[in-house]
């Protein structure tokens, strides 16, 4: 026996058919964006391009893991890590001294470094993350001080001011390819953690640490978690590049120009988002090498004023002022055509079921 379909029925049918592959592509939007993206830099080594340029690239992609690595936990949870540098010094000193003193293959070193850093965020961060606030700041602030003038002081261990001299086996394409496969997986984890359950309780604990705690959520197992999780993919990252620049010393590996140039990477682009860092990175390593190539040590004039411009008028960053940005001006307008285009989507959706309505 068939059933009569009512054109109201048949309507809503046909403009769920034609929604549900529309959302499914949405969905997976970032992931397939991010897959060309990877497959197209993959390619560019091909092109020709010299070992400076290489360089450079690779360095962006190094920058783009560190940024989101600091995001999972400056991002995600609300605190704000002033002292993340740490766990990228630790790292490469774990390699550099296995390398050079146990004579270790490099391969080996990383995941060790990986670990080491987890475990002292683990001890550093079992009393610090009870602090909240610019508290926690300071704290990490003062850790990252610390293990430099330990690092310094450790002479007969770590060489001191003299530093430590790897073996200089620099191969640019080696590690583009291991850069950039790393900004692969770390953006791809960003997106999993950003729709996964971890991702909305660490985002709970960052709008109401108390909220969430009443609610049920462990809130110190999440923040330790995803502050070891960080501190691995840092110390990680310090490894290779310890290895690849062949000279480390407690300057150089303990800088504090890292403290403030992934802060700022991060929060340009946006935190707690999956592009952030990404865009961020980018666009902080461009106008930063672009006005300092014309303009010398007088850039930073212009690069302040631009710094400036972005937080007051996209206090959420570039990513997060696309998507959430109702606060501002800016925002707001960008919304508005958003939802324009999601309007004119509708109906085309709508004139379709009609037309096919009208042929039935």
């Known amino acids: 026996?068939?059933?009569?379909?009512?054109?109201?029925?048949?309507?809503?049918?046909?403009?769920?058919?034609?929604?549900?592959?529309?959302?499914?592509?949405?969905?997976?939007?970032?992931?397939?964006v991010?897959?060309?993206?990877?497959?197209?830099?993959?390619?560019?080594?091909?092109?020709?391009?010299?070992?400076?340029?290489l360089l450079t690239l690779s360095t962006m992609f190094m920058w783009i893991i560190l940024s989101s690595s600091w995001n999972f936990i400056s991002g995600f949870t609300g605190y704000v890590d002033f002292g993340h540098g740490v766990f990228f010094g630790l790292g490469g000193y774990v390699t550099g001294l296995l390398v050079v003193k146990a004579e270790m293959p490099f391969a080996t070193t990383v995941p060790l470094a990986a670990v080491f850093a987890a475990v002292f965020a683990l001890l550093i961060g079992f009393p610090l993350l009870r602090l909240r606030g610019v508290y926690f700041s300071i704290a990490m602030l003062g850790s990252f001080l610390a293990m430099r003038e330990l690092v310094l002081m450790a002479t007969p261990l770590t060489e001191g001011a003299q530093g430590l001299v790897l073996p200089p086996e620099v191969n640019r394409l080696f590690f583009y390819y291991l850069f950039l496969g790393g900004a692969v997986l770390i953006v791809a984890f960003a997106w999993w953690l950003r729709r996964s359950q971890f991702g909305m309780s660490l985002l709970a604990i960052k709008d109401d640490e108390r909220g969430a705690e009443a609610r049920g959520i462990n809130t110190t197992l999440l923040k330790l978690t995803v502050f070891c999780l960080s501190a691995a993919i840092t110390g990680a990252v310090g490894a290779c590049w310890a290895y690849e620049i062949t000279f480390i010393d407690p300057e150089i590996m303990f800088r504090d120009s890292f403290l403030i140039n992934v802060a700022l990477m991060t929060v340009l682009g946006g935190l707690g988002t999956v592009w952030g860092p990404v865009v961020g990175t980018v666009l902080f390593l461009m106008v930063r090498d672009t006005l300092w190539a014309e303009q010398g040590n007088s850039f930073l004039v212009v690069f302040g004023a631009f710094l400036i411009a972005i937080v007051l008028f996209m206090p959420e960053g570039i990513v997060g002022t696309v998507q959430r940005g109702e606060r501002t001006v800016l925002g707001r307008l960008?919304?508005?055509?958003?939802?324009?285009?999601?309007?004119?989507?509708?109906?085309?959706?709508l004139e379709t079921a009609t037309a096919v309505r009208s042929v039935q």
């Open 334 to 349: 960008i919304n508005r055509v958003r939802h324009r285009g999601a309007g004119a989507a509708d109906a085309d959706s």
């Open 1 to 32: 026996m068939s059933t009569v379909v009512q054109p109201a029925e048949a309507e809503r049918r046909i403009l769920a058919a034609t929604a549900r592959p529309r959302r499914k592509v949405v969905k997976y939007r970032s992931l397939i």
């Open 34 to 53: 991010l897959l060309l993206a990877g497959v197209g830099m993959g390619l560019v080594p091909y092109s020709g391009l010299n070992d400076s340029v």
